[in-house]
């Protein structure tokens, strides 16, 4: 009898299985807490990288690797790291980052909204929506049984717990897994990129990402973000004159810090306070910085209290397991997040097959994906804290130094071509 398979959060990484397991031909279900296909609207656009490219290539069907391919928005920029003052410390270019022809090796921005569609696509007979999960129990023959608000329950014989950062599926399964607040703050906004803003704005600003770091302390990121090439109105039913992510060239930009260096009611104040507060903070930057900041719709500016993951040690395996956020929810600060829980999705739809096809058992397949995955999973949580804190340290000597190796690397090729072939990954 074949395997059954149930996952519980309709994320990214959770469809992307989804799809991986139907095209192995292994039922599955998806069961997503939103009443709708169109409650995703928040957020900013996401960075694939290869691992992630690599990851939806063997989950999609062809036609569906196609759709997510016309989807993505098109950009040549690079990466640059600068001063305060916008003096250039380092520049890596596209040319550089990109180092396959191959489109499953390549570097995306897509929007959260179209890459939903893309992954929804094809699943109306899988997925089940309004579906709050509550808890679980493992039946005498092995299988586990979900249980819903609605007061419905499902089995099966493996349960994969994707429902982000705050899941109840890891609140069960391994009620001892934490999640700290790391003494990090961000305040974040999008500059619309107008003909205005383009005329106005140095091209660095409007084609690269960058890093901004200070001598003193915290540090700016910004990102360049095209409309998707394919953007996707979910339905009609949204408030006139409303603006989707997809439909958008902007800049993004993120100012972190120190949690203590903020207000301790920064929590409450509106888009222009933030802005004014961040403004206040940069006063001594390049007006070109302060004006990409200063120049932001303030409905989109807010801010965000950055918290992670902690390493878990090894748990017994069981039919329940975890994906994604569930497991090593990240800070923002390495940008890789959405692109371990792709990493996962293709491990996991790897193993599940070799189950299938009788080469491995079911408490075997999961064994390994598990201790895969926590190796990289939260090498990358590891990755993603240590750049937060380093925004978010006043150390001066660290800052010269880090910016001594950036200018020694852009003098020295050899020494670029390397950082940035391990570059966004």
């Known amino acids: ?27 599955v279900a998806v069961y997503e807490r939103s009443q709708t296909r169109t409650e995703w609207l928040q957020g900013y656009r996401i960075h694939i990288n290869p691992h992630g490219s690599r990851a939806l290539h063997e ?15 098109t950009g040549d920029g690079g990466f640059g790291f600068t001063t305060e003052r916008f003096a250039n410390l380092l520049h890596i270019s596209h040319e550089d980052i990109a180092v396959s022809p191959d489109p499953a ?3 995306y921005g897509v929007s959260r909204i179209s890459l939903r569609q893309v992954l929804l696509s094809g699943l109306d007979d899988v997925l089940h929506l309004g579906k709050t999960f509550t808890r679980y129990e493992t039946t005498p023959d092995g299988r586990v049984t979900a249980y819903f608000e609605d007061g419905s ?15 109840r599926v890891r609140r069960q399964l391994l009620p001892h897994a934490d999640r700290i607040d790391t003494g990090v703050t961000a305040v974040a906004g999008k500059h619309r990129l107008t003909e205005s803003a383009l005329a106005r704005l140095p091209q660095q600003l409007t084609r690269d990402a960058n890093l901004v770091i200070p001598a003193g302390r915290g540090n700016l990121f910004t990102a360049v973000w095209r409309h998707d090439r394919a953007t996707v109105a979910p339905d009609a039913s949204l408030p ?3 603006l989707l992510d997809n439909a958008a ?27 004014r507060l961040i403004l206040d903070r940069t006063r001594d930057w390049s007006a070109e910085l302060r004006d990409l900041i200063g120049g932001s719709d303030p409905a989109t500016v807010n801010v965000v209290r950055i918290r992670s993951a902690t390493p878990v040690d090894p748990w ?23 692109n371990t829980a792709l990493r996962d999705a293709d491990l996991l739809r790897r193993q599940l097959i070799a189950v299938e096809s009788g080469q491995l058992s079911q408490v075997a397949a999961v064994a390994e994906y598990e201790r ?8 990358a949580v590891k990755q993603s804290l240590r750049n937060a804190r380093q925004a978010a340290s006043a150390n001066r000597f660290g800052r010269t130094m880090f910016r001594t190796v950036l200018r020694t690397m852009s003098a020295v090729p050899p020494l670029k071509r390397r950082f940035a072939r391990s570059f966004g990954s």
Not at 318 to 331: C, F, K, R, S, W
Not at 372 to 379: E, I, K, L
């Open 1 to 27: 009898m074949k395997q059954t398979v149930m996952i519980i959060g309709g994320g990214i990484g959770g469809l992307a299985l989804a799809h991986g397991l139907r095209r192995a031909g292994i039922p």
């Open 59 to 73: 989950c999609l069907d062809p036609a569906a690797w196609q759709a997510f391919l016309d989807t993505v928005s």
């Open 105 to 107: 090796e390549q570097h």
């Open 153 to 167: 329950s499902a089995t099966a014989d493996l349960l994969i717990g994707a429902d982000g950062a705050n899941s």
């Open 240 to 242: 006139e004159g409303f």
């Open 249 to 275: 060239d902007y800049t993004f930009w993120a100012y972190a810090d120190a949690s203590a260096w903020f207000p301790s009611d920064v929590d409450g104040y509106d888009g222009e306070a933030l802005t």
């Open 316 to 338: 017994p395996t069981g039919p329940v397991t975890l994906l994604g956020d569930a497991i090593h929810n990240m800070t923002p600060m390495a940008g890789i997040g959405a």
């Open 372 to 379: 895969q995955m926590r190796d990289y999973g939260f090498a």
